[in-house]
């Protein structure tokens, strides 16, 4: 039982964190930019520099974990995080904002999916299905946190509502931190067992044997280029949908659906139970994207096809975000998980942070129908990537770690 409430508050957290921290930038950056006289590219520029600083960060941070468990970046990470929150409701110049979401950057490394799959993996025994449950109530964090957060903007206007959002960040996520986390293992069972075997035979670290597998950069690639189709679609959907002419009550709809999808997702998963595993999940999961690319090629200003292309990608998107928490034991073993999950947030931190602004340059060069043709060779590539890597099992994989 004991494992469950963890499970349960450490989702409550997500829930909080994803919320605040990642899904504010969408709601405080129109009335910022209005307040201001700010570009649209000044602005997105901080959030790309965050989540490159984010990727750089997750190794540091999950090797850290990995060592010492997660309450010192988890707690710190929320507790600094809503500082950083209140502090960007100061600033005045684009500067100041930059060096906010730099250090944002890293307290997205330290609180974010990956450290929490971490905690779940060394201390709960089914956890699989606390990843599972993880995952089901941060999904939930847009539809709670963007209506949340424009309310207190129209109420207060957007500097009050950063103060508010930071408040929450820190009071809620901080203490449920400082809470649970205390007492709570870096490793599971196996992974002390694993690494004692290696340290026994003068084996090489985790992240050194990981990288060594062609199976580390398989998935690599694969979370590069699905993040990378991932984010331009998101960024670009809205403009992409008015440059067809479809009406605005359908592009609200379509928005709408994808984050419903990606909870459905998660929750077939959750339904299947211990009949899944990472490696079947990410090749179906993974399979869907450039199926849901070609639905919006295909789409024109059908309402239709354009629903079914919001159900397949926010499906896709619901179900890899399981496989992120799950895959690397499966692939590569119980030893280091946090410190190669870290390693794999690079390359998708890096395509989130990128994306956008590459679909932007080849959009002003052939429009939106070459930006999908490009993502959809991506997306294509990442999914036969993926496949390749999980097609045979590493020797040294465990079911936990």
Not at 46 to 51: F, N, P, Q, S, V
Not at 137 to 152: E, K, R
Not at 237 to 248: K, N, Q, S
Request: hydrophobic share 60%; charged share 10%; net charge positive.
């Amino acid at each position: 039982m004991a494992e469950w409430r963890l499970v349960g508050w450490l989702s409550v957290g997500q829930l909080v964190v994803w919320g605040a921290l990642y899904y504010g930038f969408a709601v405080i950056v129109a009335p910022m930019e209005a307040d201001l006289g700010w570009s649209k590219t000044e602005t997105n520029g901080a959030l790309t520099l965050g989540l490159l600083v984010a990727g750089v960060a997750a190794l540091p941070v999950g090797q850290w974990i990995d060592r010492r468990g997660a309450f010192w970046p988890m707690t710190l990470g929320s507790l600094v995080g809503g500082a950083l929150l209140v502090a960007w409701a100061f600033v005045t110049e684009p500067w100041q904002l930059y060096a906010v979401w730099a250090l944002l950057g890293v307290t997205l490394a330290a609180t974010l999916y990956e450290p929490a799959f971490a905690v779940i993996a060394a201390n709960v025994g089914e956890w699989k299905r606390g990843i599972l449950y993880l995952t089901f109530v941060g999904g939930l964090a847009s539809t709670a946190f963007i209506p949340l957060g424009q309310w207190l903007v129209e109420l207060w206007g957007w500097r009050a509502a950063l103060i508010v959002l930071g408040i929450i960040v820190a009071a809620v996520a901080g203490g449920i931190h400082v809470a649970v986390l205390p007492g709570t293992r870096a490793k599971g069972e196996a992974a002390r067992a694993a690494e004692a075997a290696a340290a026994a035979e003068g084996g090489r670290s985790a992240l050194r044997e990981a990288t060594g597998r062609p199976a580390f950069w398989g998935i690599a690639i694969a979370y590069f280029g699905f993040n990378f189709a991932g984010a331009a679609v998101v960024f670009h959907l809205i403009p992409l949908l008015g440059e067809r002419a479809v009406d605005a009550g359908t592009v609200v709809a379509v928005w709408a659906t994808i984050g419903p999808m990606q909870v459905a997702g998660r929750v077939v998963l959750m339904a299947l139970g211990a009949r899944i595993d990472a490696r079947s999940t990410g090749r179906v999961a993974i399979a869907m994207l450039p199926v849901s690319v070609l639905l919006l090629a295909f789409a024109g200003a059908s309402a239709p096809l354009l629903f079914a292309f919001a159900i397949v990608y926010g499906a896709s998107n619901g179900m890899m975000t399981i496989v992120r928490g799950t895959i690397v034991p499966e692939l590569m073993g119980p030893r280091g998980y946090a410190t190669i999950n870290g390693a794999l947030a690079f390359p998708a931190n890096t395509a989130r942070a990128v994306a956008p602004v590459v679909a932007a340059l080849i959009w002003e060069a052939g429009g939106y129908a070459a930006v999908l043709w490009v993502l959809f060779c991506v997306c294509s590539f990442a999914a036969i990537a993926f496949w390749t890597a999980s097609m045979r099992r590493s020797s040294a994989a465990n079911r936990t770690p």
